[in-house]
């Protein structure tokens, strides 16, 4: 896909990490995420404390750029 729009509650980090693939692709230019910091615990994977930074970091490394949006929801918008 182009774009992505992803509204998980919680479980952004690990499906982030699921569509690697398909996020790295040079075909998706665009993806939307609101972020849920409060929820993360829910889906947290054994090892470091997922935070609303690691995940953002996480998405820089697939080769985008990111904006927070709107910071009352952290809801980003991140660019190729």
């Known amino acids: 896909p ?3 729009k992803m509204d998980i509650e ?3 980090g690990r499906a982030i990490r699921g ?3 398909i996020l790295s692709s040079e075909r998706c230019r665009l993806f939307y995420c609101e ?10 994977e054994s090892g470091p404390q ?9 998405i820089e490394e697939l080769g985008f750029n990111v904006e927070i949006i709107d910071k009352s929801r ?5 660019k190729k």
């Open 74 to 78: 952290d809801l980003i918008k991140a």
């Open 19 to 21: 569509m690697k693939e």
């Open 2 to 4: 182009t774009a992505v």
């Open 50 to 58: 997922e935070t609303l930074e690691n995940i953002i970091g996480e």
């Open 10 to 12: 919680g479980g952004e």
């Open 35 to 44: 972020i849920h910091p409060n929820l993360i615990s829910i889906y947290q």
